[in-house]
């Protein structure tokens, strides 16, 4: 998912509109925007694409100087409107807008206990949690949403928007990215991604901490922690796959990182041929780093149909293969009779490449060698990426000679962990990996995984 927030700017809900179509890629299936106008908390939401979702109306009637904004890819809870967020909650002390990036992996032991208290929940996401948590805490909203952070595992970027103040949160592992920026004289923005402050002329001011929670209100801002950082853990597959290209994730260039991933594979994993192709457009950039280092051609040997949405996000297998069908073609003149190095970012459940080398082949392709910027994905995600079970890993089941013989392709080779961090280029002193999450490379799970998670994604 992505987030969005703006606070103290006059067209807050316009710069929302425009900050979560810059994060578009993180999530297709619904998005919405709670603004407020320092009286009353305004809502819109609906399904589908950020552009279908709002008309110039829509954002007219969304009144206010703060707002908060979110586009859904589904990962925990399942689809619907009902899930569809900002969630809006109504009490006595006033409204609450409320949104979230990332998954919670004690969800279900909460709201057994939440429901054993009293509460009753609307839908049927874990992100409607920290509400309930925070409804049954003392104190002013800061003091009772330190306390319900405690309570919460997993991974979360959080945004709330009470009247007058905005608070953001992010888990203590610091699992899904999140940063800070001005804007006009007063103004601040929150983003899940800083290619959302570029489009609507923000400056960049610096990333939220694991374990921080900001309060702003129209005097300033206040940071606290609600908890001692431990073992920062930044998603690696936000630099591999997830993030765009022209996002600084902890300062650190997409693009970039994965362009070095792209040299870093080349030393690894060196082969003799006569092109180097990108599956578009996660692995172009690591193609140009592969076909920088290796001292061979980079070719656009595959062009992709800039109007289909990621495949990825498509709800079932059948679907999937269909949309990768549709989306991407070879240059037949380019790729005939050549010795073709192919680059993609990252081998799910192998359709992608499966169809790539065969679509090599069919165009004249002599011989086609795969070579993936990331690690073989062995142990499901539990923190908001969508893959989260075993079963749909093709590297959970199989050796990468078995998988190179499924994909059809004449060799494979992925990077290594360390061949990533070293890639990636984060400081060794953010901690083990560099401070990067690597769990679904190698199953070194940041937080503690109860039975339940660990057991529904097992099927
Ligand atoms: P596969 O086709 O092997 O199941 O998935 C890998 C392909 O899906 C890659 O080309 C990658 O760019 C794309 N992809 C789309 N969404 C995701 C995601 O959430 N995670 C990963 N790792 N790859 C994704
Ligand atoms: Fe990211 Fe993988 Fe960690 Fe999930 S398990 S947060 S996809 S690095
Ligand atoms: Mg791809």
Redesign the pocket.
Known sequence: CGVFGVFNHENAAELTYYGLHALQHRGQEGAGIVTSDGKMLHQHKGEGLVRNVFTQQDIDRLKGIHSIGHVRYSTAGGGGIMNVQPFLFRSQSGPLGLCHNGNLVNANQLKVYLESEGSIFQTTSDSEILAHLLKRQRGDMLTALKESLLYIEGAFAFLLLKENEMYIALDKFGLRPLSLGRIGDNGIVVASETCAFDVIGAEYIRDVKPGEVIRIDLEGITSERYATTCDQSMCS?EY???ARPDSDVEGINVHQARKNCGRILAQEAPIEADIVVG?PD??LSAAIGYAEEANIPFEIGMVKNKYIG????QPSQTLREQGVKMKLSAVRSIVKDKRVVLI??????????RRMVDMLREAGAKEVHVRIASPE?KFPCFYG???STYDELIAATHTTEQICEVIGADSLAFISVDGLTKGVGRSPKLGKNCGQCVACFNGDYPTYLYEDVKCANKE
């Open positions: 597959m591999v796959y997830f599956v996660s692995g990621r495949t990825f996000i993609d970012d990252s081998i799910v459940r192998g359709t992608t490449s994905i990426v969508d893959f």
